[in-house]
């Protein structure tokens, strides 16, 4: 096997094509907690996950990555969180990435031939592949969660401007990854623990941490088992409950849901032994966050979410986006008259209301996995439910993150699922349960 990082430190890295350019603005798509940015590759346009926690710019093969690109190279195995084997891949060479003003040539491109990931459904809009160091190493970025704005600035010649609301924090670059030191207290008659923390912008979950990566980090009493996602190395689950603080810096937050990974779902990501886990979207989301490699610096500055609580889906299902559906709506009504007669109490005076209808393509989602024990499952949902209707109102006008904020929203709340199974429809209740 060719070592993968030898080929991408030849690559230059984006740059300003208007040289007379500061800096580049661009608007992002925030879903699921998660950063989704357009980019062309070769002229192709494409969705991207910007994730911090990738030193290496991955296609999926369920998407356009046959098109970018007819230069292939080697074959490679790649690995990561999950308890599934090391997937295989083949690089694409000398790929042309261009974002608004700013462009990088002779790009590597690993295509994952078998796709486990379905991003796309899991997001509800297409997601062609993952971008980290290729884009952030030669840029110093300004994320704007509220705006959901992405600001490129040009290192030479930007200056940070005094703020005495922000703190800047050092970065630690191990394997073309960011690392920042923070602490966290497990309960209220514990110590405060050190940890060194991956900065993971894609990452949704507020802290994910390395079970026993420190003999004093250790799951508390109260937790339950938790789907937490897909990673490079199949399917993540954890024990999901809750810190007494997380401190970075001078930021305090109380109470933060966490979730413990096991040895076996975090092996590959323990080979780097500083680090206990990482720090997610829904920690980062509460900052006006400015992120620079060359400098190996990391800036916070809280916004109006830094108080906000932290929830998380208490009804033990997960929801996916499953394509269209075709779907008869009514558009208008218009009124008709018919008769000529003067007499106002004559039969044939009489006004017909007629409504018309349009076709329509519209989302559809079905249940992906049903967490054993959870409301959900005792209820009686079960996986590849379609899902129709959720408290009475047709799902097909709500998007995917909408659906999953109705199961965050409060202890013992009642939720009402009309779902099809197979030729039959079924409306299933339950009540959405605080564990932690």
Known sequence: MTVISSMIGQQRGFHFINKEKKYVDLDFQLINNIIVIPIEINKKKLNFILDTGVNKTIVFSSSKADTISSDIDQKFKLSGLGKGLPIEAIVLKNNIFKIKNLISRNNNVFVVLKDNFDFSSKMGITIHGVIGFDLLKNLILRINFKSKKIRFYKPATFKYKECKKCETFALTIFQKKPYIAASIVLNQNSKKIPVNMLLDSGGSDAIWLFEHSRKDIT??????????????????????????????????????????????????????????????????????????????????????????????????????????????????????????????????????????????????????????????????????????????????????????????????????????????????????????
């Open 219 to 436: 799951t508390p009493e109260v937790y339950f088992t938790d789907f937490l996602g897909v990673g490079l190395s199949g399917t993540i689950y954890g024990k999901r409950s809750r810190l007494f603080s997380l401190t970075i810096g001078r930021f305090l937050f109380k109470n933060p849901t966490v979730s413990f990974l096991d040895s076996i779902s975090s092996k590959k990501a323990r080979q780097y032994n500083e680090r206990n886990g990482s720090i997610g979207n829904d920690i980062l989301k509460r900052f006006k966050v400015w992120i620079d490699y060359p400098n190996k610096k990391l800036t916070l500055h809280k916004n109006g979410s830094f108080t906000t609580g932290f929830n998380y889906n208490m009804s033990g299902i997960e929801v996916v986006y499953d394509g269209k559906i075709l779907v008869k709506e009514a558009s208008r009504n218009s009124a008709e008259s018919f008769g000529n007669t003067p007499d106002p109490n004559s039969a044939r005076n009489s006004v017909s209301i007629i409504t018309n209808y349009v076709y329509k393509f519209k989302p559809s989602f079905k249940i992906n996995e049903v967490l054993k024990g959870s409301p959900a499952d005792i209820a009686g949902v079960l996986k590849d439910d379609v899902l129709m209707k959720i408290n009475g109102k047709t799902v097909y006008n709500y998007k995917l993150e909408d659906i999953i904020a109705s199961f965050q929203e409060e202890d013992q709340k009642i939720i009402r699922l009309t779902v099809l199974r197979g030729v039959n429809i079924l409306t299933i209740n339950f009540k959405l349960k605080k564990i932690i």
